[in-house]
């Protein structure tokens, strides 16, 4: 990236690395080691390795939630630590199920692990998280538990969603966009929200931040499908051309069929035929003649505008207010 | 199964079904198709089959738990419905890690829908059970949560030691309890007791009814380990000598190893070597000949000795305690 972390992701790192260190301290020493590894934190034999991936987006998210509703960023670390350990509860079985062998230029924990461990890490993470909410006290650590719940429940209806469409065509924008808020909308709005749930926040503050990271989250896919088709390997992590292979319905490419033409139709065949570099190659150029590329860096910018216009459905301190958009300009502004 | 399910059994079917079905309306219509698919309510495509597998234990000793606490079997529902949730997202799970092919007489889910949808499924499982006692009014909603959270994280606890116990020889009686206890003891103790926690019991009738699940579990699992090796195929669904070809640390098999002798040297050798049928053969004489089938059916009486003594640590009305003893005698009289 050639943009600066921002400093409140800084901070979250800080204050979530040892709270989520504590935390997998309760794993079976097998998966916490699995856990360590694909966070980046050790080797496969569990050595440390200096700091590497991890953005902390959604703990710092969290911990600003917890600020936005008054309280100090210390009352949101466990929602900082749960919504970590749900995102890396659902990237290490999205490893296993989308059959990815790289990950933050590191090979996946599953290919390294083994796939029945790297799944059973998964499930503890999960497990986990609830528990982390449902020891605060009540009722907000039952409330969120619940907003954690459904959230959680949503990211695996879109990613059963994504599955599908990549056994069919005609998958339209409206499709594919409740596809990605559920993905990845419902987590980042959980996380941007999380903190204010625990401290006790207004209904109209929560929802204004579920509101603003609901949003962020449709930018943020945006910009990872153009990562997916156009991002260069070194920056990504990820093989180039990746999402096209797997032929998934991302924005790009839903924008492409949809433009209709020779193009599109196409387009549509050589989705649906093999995965040859050449093929990829040509369908990479189909998409960018579309127009379907600025279509789709436009819509990441719709999306951020309108995260930020969430932000004034509530009373949130000027501070935090001008944090949460520098992550929103942080997570637009990825180099491709 | 020779002898007849208890009529708990029967009860808990005819109203934890219509719950469970409208719980499973809430999730992707392919996720639910695979859930309805493993539970034996339909076939690959969905189409209704006849009521097969299940023995719906867990949502039995659930509603028998509410009442236990002096409530209606009604008020113990989310309770039935969470724990067969997890049960079966750990069934999903499971069959993906240990490649099994079959189950209940048929093809495992993985095997019809691929191992990411099926893993996809067990996750949806998982995360709805949680929302099913979220959804419940605090405090009891979060105390019955946190417990089945509790349950979930030690029955994934308990499959790591499981799956590390096959890669390593030396495994004590001790260990392999513990790992049992975890793996099978614990959610069965927590279906036992969680429609108490979600009535309001007292600590103590949840401590007794909790107590008899966990013995009840480890009965449960010395006669599956049993089955695991002189089990029927046609009986159990599941291929002969199953656990010894995956060199799973059963009861039979650690206490095989534990008598010593030139038997439990040449067991230990087979054991860590091929898994053709001669070998598998020659380990299963090796495990009668050390007496191992004996004690091992003595440890699941001791266990549901153990299980119903629980009972007796609090006030348990006459009636659940007999409906609660018939379950432990069906479980532990499985025919081989």
Redesign the interface.
Known sequence: MTNRLPAALDRARALTVPAMEAALG???P??RRIAAYHLGWTDPDGRPVAAGGGKWLRSGLALLSAEAAGAGPDDGLPAAVAVELVHN?SLL?DD???GDTERRHRPTAWTVFG???A??A???L???A??LL??CP??H??RA??HL??A??RL??G???D??FERRGGVSLDECLAMAGDKTGALLACAASLGAVLAGAPAATVDALAGYGLRLGLAFQAVDDLLGVWGRPEVTGKPAGNDLRQRKKTVPVVLALAAGGPGAAQLAELLAGGDDEERVALAVKLIEDSGAREATAAEADRHTELALASLDQARIPAGIREELAAIARFVTEREL
């Open positions: 309760r794993l079976h097998d998966l509860f079985h296993v199920m989308d796939a029945g461990p799944i059973l998964g499930d503890a999960l497990a986990l609830q528990a449902l020891e009540a009722p650590g039952q538990a619940l719940g459904a959680t429940g695996i209806e990613q059963a969603a599955l599908s």
